[in-house]
């Protein structure tokens, strides 16, 4: 397995070398810049390239946003974890602990160091990190990291499917969604995801939104009815990629802006868990790619929500809910928070 080491350099030299050792004493490879040696390529092109070609990326951040290539508003440090995100990798970040003594030089002032607080605000919002001290600690966290990783991998890989080790290793049931949904809004490109499981229900069992991506100001619903497309896909056990939504028979038109929706079921030994659902305002917007990664990540969810406790009679009550915004600077954010909807915020209208 090559394993990716991203980090700033000059004040992490010590960390990175100790972070590769701990690597390779797991027999596995450590890829780092510093080894990379002379190419033709630019740094940026050559980390990203190296970061596509890894089974797995390990960040480590300190108090150095980093170099940032011109033309580019982020550093080669930030676009290495946007490649790995994009490729679906399995992720491991390490943040240096904010009491920790560390080198005033190697704290960077203005710009460099809002744009690394907004970073560590994001990989803190998809991903469970842990905290380090010196190289040696850093290194046997990585260490066990990455050997709990190996052993809990079986031999089911992220080549097989490259989603189901980073839904493996988030933690906890409301980490995996928020790492689900970012997945399924890098796969459709789109403004408008949910993730929906069965719950419970007094008189049968209902579609829940457990998880959100949704422009402010288009609806955005709570439980789904079983009419429609979601009901249908879920019923049915198949994928739905409507490339108009108003030749669909059934369709229950509640946002206005959508033209074309993909819904792919989850579906675990012929039972089904629950769909994925992307709306776009262009028509036939879903193409055969996008559908292919959205299946294979239905499937990584079929294996890891029983993982993680989810079970068919758990009620709404019992559901976490992941939201996510579009901030400012074009990114989102998630918003974490219980599964019942406000009182007055209309979410239990039945959708599509």
Known sequence: MKVFISSTYLDLMDYRRLASEAVER????????????????????????EVIDSDLFIGIYAHRYGFVPEGSSRSITE??????????????????AEDYPWRPSFIEEEPGK????????????????????TPEDLAFKIGTSLGRHLANSGPVTGKT???????????NLEAMLEVALRYLETATKTDYNQIFLAAAADYGSRLVAVANSITPGKQEYRVASFGGLLGNSFLNGKIINAANVKNWQNYFDAVGETKSELVVPIVRESLALGLLNAESEVENHF????????????????EALVQYGWNPAL??????????????????????????????????????
């Open 79 to 96: 676009e290495e974890y946007d490649a790995a995100t994009a490729e679906s990798k399995p992720i491991f970040c390490f943040l240096v």
């Open 26 to 49: 797991l027999g596995q490879q450590g890829v780092r810049m510093e080894v990379f040696g002379a190419r033709p390529a630019e740094p940026t092109t050559a980390s990203l390239s």
């Open 114 to 133: 809002s744009k690394l607080k907004a970073f560590k605000s994001r990989v803190k919002s998809s991903f469970i990190v842990e905290s380090f001290t």
């Open 161 to 171: 499917n490259p989603f189901l080790a980073g839904l493996a290793s988030a933690g």
């Open 315 to 352: 009620r709404q009550a019992g559901l976490p809910w992941v939201r996510r915004f579009p901030t400012e600077d074009g990114m989102t954010k998630g918003v974490a928070g219980s599964a019942q909807p406000e009182a007055s915020s209309g979410r239990l209208t039945p959708r599509a």
């Open 287 to 302: 193409d055969e790619e996008m559908v292919h990664r959205v299946k294979l990540l239905a499937d990584a969810l079929a």
